[in-house]
């Protein structure tokens, strides 16, 4: 059974940084592209970043550019987003999502995701 | 960046009806869509990936279609479990975007 299990979400002044992790189980970790993508409280849905299978292939949205970092360990079946510079807008529930396949375009859409992490960003 | 908009916002509809949900796409990203689902306190579930092919596990009367521009999620008949709120999402282009959600809610 395929299992993501988000961890390292909390409360955060404005300005401040937190690191999300995400422990994978279930299946060959190291064969597919992760993401990241969260939901601000009463929003919809917002993809926030990749990461290749290989730690190749890494895209960010433009409102994380430069702030958020994403990585993984495949030794370790882990992923983690590095958050610097937290507004108040950072402010949601952060899912990770598995790719639906190995290969482009099927590691774009999302097969499995966690329950997702509580980021609140408040002074 | 490529602009998903769904409608309608919000589907009042009765178990047992078909639902139909639109999802447009600010320029062609050819067959390059998924529908989820999501229910409150839950994480999203895959629908339908590729535009058309159901996820695995996903009842037969969730199907989707479309091509270029314009997509379509339909529900042959709603079941109790069904009512929710839906996203697409286009895996066209860089950044991956999802459109705002259709909630189907009972009528």
């Known amino acids: 059974e395929v299992q993501l299990l988000e961890s390292g979400g909390g409360l955060v002044q404005p300005g401040g940084s937190l690191r999300l992790s995400c422990a994978a189980s279930g299946f060959t970790f190291r064969n597919y592209a992760m993401s990241w993508v969260r939901q601000a409280p009463g929003k919809g849905l917002e993809w926030v970043s990749i990461i290749g299978s290989d730690s190749g292939g890494i895209q960010y949205a433009e409102s994380v550019e430069g702030r958020f970092i994403i990585s993984r360990d495949n030794s370790k079946d882990t992923m983690h987003l590095q958050m610097n510079g937290l507004g108040v807008e950072d402010t949601a529930v952060y899912y990770c999502a598995k790719g639906r396949g190995v290969a482009p375009p099927a590691t774009r859409s999302f097969e499995y995701w966690g329950q997702g992490a509580l980021v609140t960003v408040s002074s | 960046e490529i602009v998903l908009t769904q409608s309608p916002a919000t589907l009042s509809l009765s178990p047992g009806e078909r639902a139909t949900l639109s999802c447009r796409a600010s320029q062609s990203i050819s067959s390059s869509l998924a529908w989820y689902q999501e229910k409150p306190g839950q994480a999203p579930r895959l629908l339908i990936y590729d535009t058309s092919n159901r996820a695995t596990g996903i009842p037969g009367r969730f199907s989707g279609s479309g091509s270029g521009t314009d997509f379509t999620l339909t529900i042959s008949s709603l079941e109790p479990e069904d009512f929710a709120v839906y996203y697409c999402?286009?895996?066209?282009?860089?950044?991956?975007?999802f459109g705002g959600g259709t909630k189907v809610e009972i009528k």
């Open positions: 999402q286009q895996f066209s282009n860089w950044p991956l975007t």
